[in-house]
């Protein structure tokens, strides 16, 4: 074809052997620019050059044919000359516009890529976020290493908890042996005494931390009580999933829940006192400078002191779990850590939802509309 | 003659010494006696310090249930530091707040512990049948 020879000859001269080179810098200006309108000023700079280049050749083979068929020729040659730049500039549009969207798919790639990554590093880096949201790097901007050991610990504790999750229910649905349920139960319960461990070492670390439930997924965060679940929230997670229950087992599981529900009032009204004397402790006249030292010994005391319930209260909860398993069945202890596993999970997987939803503004949303 | 006197001197200062070690051991006892006493004054007997959070939630814990405990407030004793030392004998390293040793409840004279034995207890359903055992609870 004609425009392919000419195009080659064309190339040949500026010396670019790779046409694709060429259609990769024009892509590059348009990266800059975004318009076509800085590719077709190149195009139109070069295209004098082409002009004069392909006027050389076709000039000196006309020569010898002469002058009455000049005019004619000069006019067709013309003509032609344009529809062959016409078809270049459509080809050369046509490249640069596969290169444009060759470029656009791999930048979708990467992106996706890049947000899985951030995903993944946000569920790690989530809880030390919120750490350094919550202003402990604060005054002294040093970190806690007891308090980032502990995330550390409790993301790998989720993960393990996940899977416990899975062989229990894999285990049930099976219909497994007594002797494998209960080799899952015990690894179950020994899972949430090393949790117990865990916050029991976070506690001495930093209390303010552990008890603000800044470690907790956000919706968990909505059913806090010093620094974790109500015992009684457990027992009404727990039970509505189990099998028929004895007479015996409902009794039981009544006591369980008064008992529960007693203790519980006893340690918030505790709580309630540390509040009030931890208020009443601070100066309320800020010129006053000459005691603050005693009362921040006070207050220093009051941390000590509301170490002494959190510790309880985990305490508390550890015990409505023991008691709880020593009342029911293998089968029916399975079942429940498995209730109780299944709706941490979901809290966790709504919260993580929820923050999705409001940092991405397509998200359709009530206030929308 | 001198070293008459300087075994004489030696011995006094035996005696001495001596009878001071018995006052302070009798003091103790005193103490614990005094403690094991208060005890088994009323069914439910909880030591106490008045400024004490964790105190205040084993009232209201004994409360809730209906029981009128005894409350002897440690700080408003003026042997209330020997009696304090005496309770720290008698739990030894078992419980988990091991900075405050207060609260302490005794139940019928015997010594129950401090807040977590008793959670245990009545999370294992163990502390009503002791209550009523003991004639603080009635059906």
């Known amino acids: 074809m004609n425009s392919s020879s000419t195009q080659l000859v064309l190339v040949k001269r500026m010396g670019i052997y790779d046409p694709f080179h060429q259609v990769n810098m024009w892509g590059d200006s348009f990266k800059i620019d975004g318009s076509l309108n800085s590719i077709a000023s190149p195009m139109l700079m070069m295209k004098p050059s082409m002009e004069n280049k392909t006027d050389c050749t076709p000039n000196e083979s006309r020569e010898p044919s002469g002058d009455d068929r000049d005019t004619n020729d000069k006019a067709d040659s013309k003509a032609q000359r344009r529809l062959a730049q016409n078809r ?75 899977r416990h999750n899975e062989e229990l229910r894999n285990a049930l649905q099976t219909h497994a042996s007594e002797m494998q349920l209960h080799l899952l139960v015990e690894s179950c319960m020994s899972h949430y005494s090393n949790l117990f461990r865990m916050k029991a070492d976070a506690v001495k670390a930093d209390v303010f931390y552990l008890i603000s439930g800044a470690w907790k997924a956000s919706v968990e ?53 540390l509040q009030q004397s931890l208020v009443l402790n601070i100066p309320s006249d800020p010129l006053v400078v000459g005691h603050y030292g005693f009362e921040m010994a006070a207050a220093m ?16 909860r550890q015990q409505t779990l023991l008691h709880m398993s020593r009342i029911l069945t293998t089968g029916q202890a399975a079942q429940g850590l498995l209730a109780m596993g299944e709706y941490f999970h979901r809290l966790r997987t709504l919260s993580s939802l929820w923050s999705d939803r409001s940092s991405d503004p397509s998200f359709p949303t009530q206030h929308s509309n | 003659m001198f070293q008459e006197k300087k075994r004489m001197h030696y011995q006094v200062e035996a005696a001495a010494a001596w009878s001071y070690y018995m006052r302070v051991r009798s003091m103790e006892e005193d103490q614990m006696e005094r403690v094991a006493r208060l005890a088994s004054q009323s069914a439910v007997v909880i030591f ?22 005894t409350v002897h407030e440690l700080d408003h004793d003026p042997q209330g530091k020997d009696m304090e030392t005496a309770l720290m004998r008698l739990l030894g390293n078992g419980s988990i707040n091991t900075n405050a040793v ?3 409840v005794f139940i019928g004279g015997k010594l129950v512990g401090s807040m977590d034995r008793v959670l245990a207890f009545h999370i294992g359903g163990t502390l009503v049948p002791l209550l009523k055992q003991a004639g603080a609870l009635w059906l």
């Not at chain 1, 005391?301 to 510790?311: I, Q, R, T, Y």
């Not at chain 2, 008045?50 to 029981?67: I, T």
């Open chain 1, 301 to 316: 005391d009051k941390g000590e002191a509301l170490e002494g319930f959190v510790n309880q209260a985990d305490h508390l």
């Open chain 2, 48 to 69: 106490s310090v008045s400024s004490c959070c964790m105190c205040h939630a084993m009232k209201r814990l004994f409360c809730g249930m209906g029981v009128n405990p």
């Open chain 1, 221 to 273: 965060r909505l059913f806090l009580w010093i620094g974790g679940s109500r015992p009684s929230q457990l027992l009404n997670i727990i039970v509505p999933q189990l099998e028929p229950l004895t007479d015996q087992q409902i009794v039981s599981i009544k006591h369980l829940r008064l008992s529960s529900q007693q203790a519980e009032d006893a340690l918030s009204l505790g709580l309630d006192k």
């Open chain 1, 88 to 162: 270049e500039a459509a080809r050369k549009c046509r490249l640069r516009k596969k290169a444009y969207v060759q470029q656009l798919e791999t930048s979708r790639v990467k992106l996706m890529q890049l947000e899985l990554e951030i995903e993944k590093a946000r569920k790690q880096g989530l809880y030390i976020r919120s750490a350094v949201d919550v202003s402990y790097m604060g005054s002294s901007g040093t970190i806690n290493p007891g308090i980032t050991l502990f995330e550390l610990e409790y993301g790998q504790w989720i993960e393990e908890q996940d």
């Open chain 2, 102 to 104: 207060v609260p302490v």
